[in-house]
């Protein structure tokens, strides 16, 4: 029998194609199911654990500034690291990274209530940091090694897509099934098991980081794309860069105002699902309406690139996505079946503003590194992902930490669980729209007023830059 023969490209790689997206999907998988259960933390921490709300705030808050801290260094060091990997260096981290998620998520969630409260707060502390190392590791490269398996545009969006449709599938099935497994009769969380299903998850995450690394072809070779003259890699002046590329701040803005808005909201929204709506077991199923806009623009992303161009796009979203946030804020979303279904198709409306959004987001980073070796000559990609991802985390530290303080202000009790008085879950279910609107307004600034690669500038920039890379060759 015949062996097969694989199609390659002019440069003798394997041509661009549906198992490329395949495989950078099943990273965002891996990633997921390392990073479903962060916001179940708050929840964990304070009603199962019994740390108290004020101290558990502030703990968030000190882990969440180093890991965003972690971010730019652990990209510093990618950027600086000049070995010769047998694959690539990005997928050598990845694999490292990998390795570890295997067992850290778990000890994020190591079943002590009775510890003394001092060691509660440690292994907290220390598992997350643990947990944090090992996913920048993974993370960081994995984000930044998109630039470089394609550099056609239309070929990146495809990537971006499929990224999402891996963050969808892990996230869809931690929404719909943890509440259901973690949550009992009486909408309390059955904190023993929140560790158990983390080893779980953290197999299943290991699988499909292996499937990407070992279907993943680094196609673009970004040293021709440099001056000739560059100086030696300093981590300043690429922070400096990243500053400076105002593509990069704007698809940065974007996603840090939907985590402060998300993260937020989530202590909140917790509680408004078991005592406002007395029904937290439905909380994952209503949480999959937001990747409905991600599932309806899939078939259509290449399309409204080409013909409209991303940044159009998105911002036309964010319009939307804003309308449905304030709907929410407006509307008499009532503590029973109405305000349910009413508060359910407010959130589809911003989850269908958001679509497009969440399909060409990473991409929209690509662009911004090309972005960056077109005005500055310099090409950093570790670092000006990681200080892209730097500043998501400080999104999803300051979010949960100003929402429990804030929730807390509004009389919100850990020590209540779910029998929270009906005053108090009106407020939750009141901070829940305040968060999410503010996410919506700082993701329409962010796409359409700072990101600045409109279809007609970014078609420019593709052109020089292959022209520029044709002359170093």
Not at 19 to 30: C, E, I, R
Not at 81 to 93: A, E, G, S, T
Not at 256 to 261: A, E, Q, T
Not at 363 to 391: C, I, P, Q, V
Request: overall charge positive.
């Amino acid at each position: 029998m015949a062996n097969k023969t694989v199609a390659v490209d002019a440069n003798g790689y394997r041509k661009f194609g549906m198992l490329d997206k395949v495989a950078y999907a099943a990273g965002d998988f891996g990633c997921n199911m390392s990073f479903a259960l962060k916001g179940y933390l708050t929840v964990f921490w304070t009603q199962f654990m019994g740390i108290e709300e004020a101290t558990m705030a502030l703990l968030l808050l000190l882990v969440q500034v180093w890991d965003a801290i972690n971010d730019p260094l652990i990209g510093a060091m990618v950027d600086a690291d000049k070995h010769k990997y047998r694959r690539n260096k990005f997928l050598q981290y990845i694999w490292v990274g990998s390795l570890g998620l295997l067992v850290s998520g778990a000890l994020c969630f190591v079943p002590l209530p009775s510890a003394p409260a001092i060691a509660k707060n440690i292994f907290f502390v220390a598992g997350y940091i643990l947990w944090d190392a090992f996913y920048t590791i993974a993370n960081v490269p994995y984000g930044s090694v998109l630039s470089l398996i394609t550099n056609d545009p239309v070929e990146r969006a495809g990537l971006s897509t499929f990224r999402s449709i891996g963050s969808m599938a892990g996230g869809m099935t931690a929404m719909a099934v943890l509440p259901m497994l973690i949550y009992d009769s009486d909408n309390n969380l059955i904190g023993n098991r929140v560790f158990i299903i983390a080893l779980i998850m953290g197999v299943l995450g290991f699988i499909a980081f292996q499937f990407m690394i070992r279907n993943t072809v680094v196609r673009v070779d970004t040293e021709i794309a440099l001056k000739e003259d560059a100086p030696k890699f300093n981590v300043l002046l690429a922070a400096k860069n990243f500053l400076r590329n105002r593509a990069a701040v704007g698809a940065t803005l974007a996603p840090v105002g939907m985590f402060i808005g998300m993260y937020g909201a989530s202590t909140a929204a917790g509680v408004m699902f078991q005592a406002y709506f007395k029904n937290a077991r439905i909380s994952g199923i209503i949480g999959m309406m937001s990747y409905m806009g991600l599932f309806l623009f899939i078939p259509f992303v290449s399309k409204i690139v080409k013909r409209f161009g991303k940044k159009e796009a998105v911002a036309v979203g964010a319009c939307i996505t804003c309308l449905g946030y304030a709907l929410l804020l407006v509307l008499p979303i009532t503590p029973d079946g109405k305000g349910l279904t009413l508060y359910t198709a407010c959130m589809v409306l911003a989850a269908l503003g958001g679509g497009f959004g969440q399909c060409v987001s990473w991409s929209l980073m690509a662009d911004a590194m090309d972005y960056e070796e077109w005005k500055f000559g310099t090409r950093n990609e570790g670092t000006t992902y990681a200080l892209h991802s730097f500043f998501r985390k400080l999104a999803q530290g300051i979010g949960p930490s100003l929402g429990l303080m804030v929730a807390t202000w509004l009389g919100y009790d850990a020590a209540l669980k779910a029998a929270q008085p009906i005053a108090v879950a009106t407020n939750m279910r009141y901070l829940v729209a305040v968060m999410y609107l503010i996410s919506g307004l700082m993701q329409l600034v962010g796409y359409a007023l700072v990101y600045n690669l409109d279809k007609k500038t970014l078609a420019q920039m593709e052109t020089d830059l292959q022209a520029r890379r044709a002359q170093k060759t």
